[in-house]
């Protein structure tokens, strides 16, 4: 992972999350890439210039109008003379200048008249993060081909709050950064995706509740792949313990019926891949309190109902997405368990596998799976789930042209 002789203009802007950009320097600069910084005058709230200067061996620009640095129209040689920008952390209120087209300040300036790739890392509050205003300008700046890496989910710097609005880590913004100046081919820019993954969790009281061993590692692996592929990926989780990828968005759920009001709400899309192990069945009321057991007496009966169908949902809304792949974990007649779902929920393919205990597939690294088609059927020998991932990417890439 080597950015030798790459110049990568860096912009801090204000956040708590801004000392993490001193850590970037320092991977940045560890991989051979020369950094060139500009601090916002919020971030100099947060760091100072000093040690912004000191980490990355270069002057740092803070002001538009400075006399020195704007001498040779100093703004305009910042936006050209770099292979990439990254702007780190990127505050809600530098994106909606970015949005808008807004230049009062040099870091905004520089971002209008740039022409170079801006890879974009987000921080700020959860709720500032999925306010309308803020949804409207990551949609415009994705529209108008800025790329963008996390945020993702966790415990924020203020006491209690938590939720998606974390910075990504410096090491995963390095690796946005190789993919998009590696010059490698990306079939999938342009193309929206969505993926579900993991199981769902399904209350049956405040302390239990209803799921399945799903580890979420293949969902994962397809979403990373994808993204990799220049897809614009939304990953729709249930409860995992694994890491979010990186360079995809991921919308962090409990429930079915909160899954599928995550997908839903982000139609259309040009490929969704439901490969979330979401519970059939929830409890038709799930009890406000711990269910006590009481000495000797049966155990409470457990009413069931079903839980909504994701796949069948998407594969005949009317926001259809042109190319929807679902998942089949099934023990026993695999491929003709598999053809059946792929006309009954109205999907292009059905990745069908066998999950029962002996094989060690669902929780596990490995996968052995069949792809499920109106035109027949394609048997895959065991992989790893990121290998999978990537075949699986490489043919949706060919479906699409």
């Keep these: 992972m080597e950015l030798s ?23 940045l600069r560890e991989r051979g890439a020369s950094v060139r910084p500009i601090m916002t005058k919020a971030a100099q709230e947060f760091i100072t210039p000093l040690a912004v200067g000191a980490l990355s061996a270069s002057h740092v620009y803070i002001d538009l109008f400075s006399r020195e640095d704007e001498q040779d129209v100093g703004h305009i040689r910042l936006a050209r003379d770099n292979d990439l920008v990254i702007v780190a952390p990127a505050s809600a209120d530098l994106m909606a200048k970015m949005a808008h087209g807004l230049a009062d300040d040099l870091a905004s300036a520089v971002l209008l008249a740039t022409d170079r790739p801006v890879l974009v890392a987000p921080a700020m509050n959860p709720k500032m993060w999925a306010a309308s205003a803020t949804r409207r300008n990551v949609e415009t700046l994705k529209a108008d081909g ?10 924020m710097a203020e006491s209690n709050e938590s939720g998606t609005g974390r910075i990504a880590e410096p090491l995963e913004i390095v690796v946005a950064a190789v993919q998009l100046l590696d010059g490698a081919p990306k079939p999938l820019a342009g193309k929206k995706v969505i993926v579900t993954s993991g199981p769902t969790h399904e209350p049956i009281d405040p302390v239990r509740y209803i799921a399945n061993r799903s580890s979420g590692r293949q969902g994962h692996a397809i979403a990373a792949a994808l993204a990799k592929l220049g897809a614009d990926v939304t990953l729709v989780s249930g409860p995992v313990t694994i890491p979010d990828p990186m360079a995809v968005e991921t919308v962090h759920v409990e429930r079915a019926e909160e899954m599928l009001e995550a997908v839903i709400s982000r139609l259309p899309v040009d490929i969704a891949v439901m490969v979330a192990a979401v519970a059939d069945w929830r409890v038709a009321s799930s009890a406000g309190q711990k269910i006590k057991k009481q000495p000797g007496e049966a155990p409470p009966p457990l009413l069931l109902t079903e839980n909504p169908d994701i796949l069948k949902t998407v594969g005949h809304h009317e926001k259809r997405p ?18 059946a779902k792929l006309e009954r929920k109205g999907a292009d393919l059905i990745v069908a596998n066998d999950v029962s205990p002996e094989t060690g597939i669902m929780g596990g690294t490995r996968n052995r799976v069949k792809i499920i088609s109106a035109k027949g059927v394609d048997e895959w020998p065991e992989l790893d789930k990121d290998e999978v991932a990537e075949r699986l990417a490489a043919l949706i890439s060919s479906k699409l042209g």
């Design 146 to 155: 800025i790329h963008f890496i996390g945020p993702m989910a966790g415990e």
């Design 5 to 27: 002789g790459k110049r990568i203009l860096l912009i801090i802007s204000g956040g708590i999350a801004a000392y993490k950009s001193l850590d970037l320097i320092r991977r």
């Design 322 to 339: 042109k190319l929807v792949i679902g998942f089949a974990a099934e023990t026993q007649d695999v491929e003709k368990n598999g053809r």
